[in-house]
């Protein structure tokens, strides 16, 4: 009973206030971060990206997410990146997820640029990660602020490293349109608790990452939604929607299903997740760029993903 009065909180608090005109779908729910593929040639790959938000349809997710850290955001060019966006708004259109356009920058000017492609558009919402001087709070909070004074839809934040939940509730209070929060700084569940003591109309949701390892205590604690990876996106899926239902039972049927995946991918990092969405069928290959490659993902990663993918099938909307 305590856990459904705390789902029961939470969702009342979804409700109000009403949606802007802004933001014509709901921002709750599984909003998976997506990955970023590319050709043989190390190309920016437009057209599977595309296929990948239609992938993302079909599962059930709620929204999509691009491009953040698990899309190798920081490997990509500016025009890539807004290619991308394009090709992202593009294949979203009339289909059900809300869209969510990242628009970090290592420095205001730069995340402005993103601003003003991303708001011409009209996504659902935007969201960026702090600057690369994140550790001076005093810049950090007028990068926030550039960007909430040009944007004109909600804007998330990302939280990272020594972002106290008080120094977020106190960029809440002064950044225009920052309405909702991607916490991953600290300990997820009692930063939680505490955003929830101190909540203010202004927040109006609280999303976690981490390839959701906690995420029934992170619903029973209120958070809004999560943002995992793209490729078993239908498992969190289902464990949202018997969450909603109040099945506690098949929530925790799903997610022990989802968490022999999660692990797996938390070891062996974007490789795999662009691996199992091979797999699927949505990418050609795995290729990443940069630092993401992982000397632990081998050709026995492999077949362990393969089995794993096998067990879970039974679960896949897609």
């Known amino acids: 009973m305590h856990t459904r009065r705390l789902f029961l909180g939470s969702l009342a608090a979804t409700l109000s206030p009403a949606l802007s005109a802004k933001e014509a779908k709901p921002l709750a729910g599984v909003f998976p971060i997506v990955q970023t593929p590319f050709t043989a040639g190390n190309k920016l790959d437009l057209k599977t990206l595309a296929n990948e938000i239609r992938f993302l349809d079909r599962t059930g997710v ?4 691009w491009p953040q850290l698990a899309s190798e955001y920081s490997e990509l060019t500016m025009e890539e990146r807004m290619a991308g966006m394009d ?7 009339n289909l059900k997820p809300a869209v969510v356009l990242g628009v970090q920058g290592p420095d205001i000017a730069t995340a402005l640029q993103y601003v003003k492609h991303a708001e011409s558009l009209a996504p659902d919402a935007l969201i960026a990660l702090p600057p690369r001087d994140a550790k001076d709070k005093t810049k950090v909070l007028e990068y926030y602020k ?18 106290s939940v008080g120094f977020v509730m ?16 600290g300990q997820t569940l009692p930063r939680l608790s505490e955003y929830r003591r101190k909540t203010t109309p202004a927040l109006r949701g609280i999303f976690t990452g981490g390839h959701g390892k906690t995420m029934l205590d992170e619903l029973a604690r209120g958070a809004k939604g999560t943002m995992p990876g793209v490729p078993f996106a239908d498992l969190y899926v289902h464990v949202w929607e018997a969450w909603q239902r109040g ?7 799903a997610f022990a299903k989802t968490m022999l995946l999660v692990t797996q991918v938390t070891a062996y990092g974007i490789p795999a997740l ?21 000397s632990a993902f081998d050709e026995e990663a492999k077949t362990a993903l393969k089995e794993t993918m ?6 896949f909307k897609a």
Request: glycine residues 6%; contains cysteine.
């Open 62 to 65: 709620q929204g999509v997410v």
């Open 87 to 93: 090709a992202v708004v593009s294949a979203a259109r």
């Open 146 to 163: 550039a960007i909430g004074q040009n944007c004109d839809r909600p804007l998330f934040a990302q939280t990272i490293g020594d972002m």
């Open 170 to 185: 106190q960029m809440i209070a002064d950044v225009p349109h920052l309405h909702f929060i991607k916490d991953e700084a």
């Open 247 to 253: 099945d506690k039972a098949k929530a925790m049927d």
């Open 274 to 294: 662009k691996y199992l969405l091979e797999l699927r069928g949505v990418f050609p290959n795995h290729i990443t760029r940069g630092n993401n490659r992982n």
């Open 310 to 315: 096998q067990f879970v099938k039974p679960l």
